[in-house]
DNA sequence: CCCTTATCTGAACAATGTACAGATGATAGA
DNA sequence: TCTATCATCTGTACATTGTTCAGATAAGGG
């Protein structure tokens, strides 16, 4: 019967994945607060407890949720940065400034995923090294400051501090503008200090 | 009777103030998530629904107690700030500094605090000019860098964004050091690289 | 001393996270 | 093809939560 087939899939591993899709459903809407195990087990088909045979508890459903919205994040700036090739000094220079852009937009346009990733339920435990070095993001910001270097546009001296001072700069004013305390006017104002900062020529 | 006494202070006035002090408590052991209105009621000896004489509901509670430990930030950035007197240049930069300083030890010690303050509960409505004239800890800020101005160790060029630029750089360090993305190392660093950024004269 | 008004109580309700005993269905071996 | 095993899901139950509302209680002014 058709009822049955669709319990089945769920027998093939599929209710995981369907619990966190549902769940970024809901974050997405609502926010982390409101979020319900019971809804999206209802939404889902399912019963309430058949979560947890996939996660110990609510929180550990926010965390999977969390740290795969970081994947989705590292996904969107490639997928942007694609868009300007090229080793040229000023197509570097370019995609500095759009990876900043793209950090900004993706927690503009989705306040609640940005709220989640930076909440307690994605801290990090792990090594700093060694998260840094899993975090796609950072290593894309990573080849992004290397290439600023290597076509001449940002000076060798500055390049040991750039990860942070760009990174605190970028997080620092989105995370201010989203909570209400910047206007969103300011991002590029600070973009462009940033850049000053780095000291990369026009 | 003793047990009467206590129900009468609170008719006088001292329960709103009761269920803030008491809130502060239990947020600043166990964070935001877990605050329950009942716990508190409980602590304080009052019934369940007395609160909702004093807010609508419970995020009122937890924005209230947000908005009031921005007060508590200023006053506490104040008594630092008045440890270092002085109109000399040098008195000036290291004001400056300890400004930053201050930020980021609130946060450190008492990361559910900051993650409150900087949460969906504590969100500005009001026009980002007001906003910011209200805010004491930004109208210290405004302060210290006029001094930097005045006495000589900061240019008037990058007066315009200064404001915008260590806000930021500060916030965002703090807020990825207490997300667990930094290390406390790192804050130093990155005051480093505001100063330098800033064309602080050593 | 009474009466109005602010303040708090008690009981109730729906929703939530979570635990656990059992049912259900897939799958591998005979 | 039948059967036994095992992962997967259901149903029920419980304590706790936010919130509502009718009524009790105390304070303060006339």
């Known amino acids: 019967m058709t009822t049955a087939r669709v319990r089945d899939q769920y027998h093939h591993g599929d209710l995981e994945v369907a619990l966190i899709t549902t769940a970024r459903k809901f ?50 700036q490639e997928r942007e940065l694609a868009k300007v090739p090229g080793a040229s000094a000023r197509a570097a220079r370019e995609r500095f400034r759009n990876l900043g852009r793209t950090y900004f937009d993706w927690a503009i346009r989705e306040p609640h995923f940005f709220n989640l990733m930076f909440s307690d339920f994605c801290l990090i435990e792990s090594s ?32 040991a501090s750039a990860e942070l001072l760009s990174w605190s ?34």
């Open 27 to 76: 974050v997405k809407k609502n926010g982390l607060e409101s979020l319900s195990l019971r809804q999206i087990a209802n939404e889902i088909g399912v019963s309430p407890s058949a979560a947890y045979h996939y996660f110990p508890d609510r929180n550990s459903l926010l965390s999977a949720l969390g740290f795969s919205l970081f994947e989705e994040l590292a996904d969107y």
């Open 128 to 159: 700093m090294d060694q998260a840094r070095e899993e975090n796609r993001a950072y290593q894309t910001l990573v080849h992004c400051l290397d290439d600023l270097v290597e076509t001449g546009s940002m000076d060798k001296k500055v390049r």
């Open 169 to 202: 700069v970028v997080h620092g004013t989105t995370s201010l503008i989203v909570s209400g305390h910047l206007a969103s006017e300011d991002f590029e104002r600070a973009l462009d200090s940033l850049e000053l900062a780095l000291g990369i020529r026009k």
